[in-house]
């Protein structure tokens, strides 16, 4: 079966400190893959999205950077972290018209 | 541009009352649509999606969708609601980028539902 995990569940991190958030995809091959933000609960934004090994395409100017060093897996970085950066990131996968989200990770920058 | 709007931040309806959570969008060429929700500190779960075919679509734990092109409204509804059902719900359409399978999802701002027992 298909599945996607995420991780660290909660970080809370210091302002100026680096970040980087791991998600891996089980039981697929050639995913899509997406990361989003949610801030303060509400509204999901889509932050980088990649069709494959090394490709990654960013929606939003911003302090964070992605990389797909493996097909299954996608990572969000940053080198500073912000107090803007906190928020709920949600790793997905596509294949067709399926999509899937992983469980999340609740990061607070302090 | 791709856009989807939940005009309601909130709903609040007594269990056993039919509810709907209004969504509306704009996107160009054929919409593909979806509805999420979320529990708090959770992933988003898949409840529906409309992709083409009848208009009234049916998903999971009861809830049901109705796409409506002149209104371009894509309306989540439940016959009967459970204190259990409240949780944050999402709208989104899903824009393809020509001749990929490469699909981003553009959310609404989300809609709190509260039932109340």
Do not use: M
Request: contains cysteine.
């Amino acid at each position: 079966s298909q599945t996607i995990h995420q991780w660290p569940a909660t970080l809370v991190q210091p302002v100026g400190s680096p970040l980087s958030l791991e998600c891996t995809v089980e039981g697929t091959s050639n995913p899509n893959l997406y990361w989003y933000r949610q801030a303060a609960g509400r509204g999901l934004q889509l932050l980088f999205y990649s069709v494959g090994i090394g490709q990654i395409s960013s929606e939003v100017p911003q302090n964070l950077s992605a990389s797909r060093p493996q097909d299954r897996q996608f990572i969000l970085s940053s080198k500073k972290l912000l107090l803007s950066d906190s928020g709920f990131y949600l790793c997905a996968w596509s294949v067709g018209f399926g999509y899937t989200f992983g469980s999340g990770t609740r990061l607070t920058v302090v | 541009a791709q856009s989807v709007a939940q005009p309601e931040d909130q709903v609040n309806v007594a269990e056993g009352n039919p509810l709907t959570v209004k969504c509306t969008y704009s996107v160009s060429g054929n919409p593909y649509l979806f509805w999420y929700v979320q529990y708090p500190n959770r992933g988003l779960q898949f409840l529906l999606k409309y992709i083409t075919g009848d208009n009234l679509v049916k998903g999971s734990y009861g809830f049901e969708a109705e796409f409506n092109k002149s209104q371009t409204s894509f309306h989540l509804k439940k016959p009967s609601a459970l204190v259990s059902d409240s949780a944050l719900y999402f709208c989104a359409v899903r824009v393809f980028d020509r001749g990929s399978t490469l699909g981003r999802l553009y959310f609404g701002r989300g809609t709190q539902l509260t039932v109340w027992p």
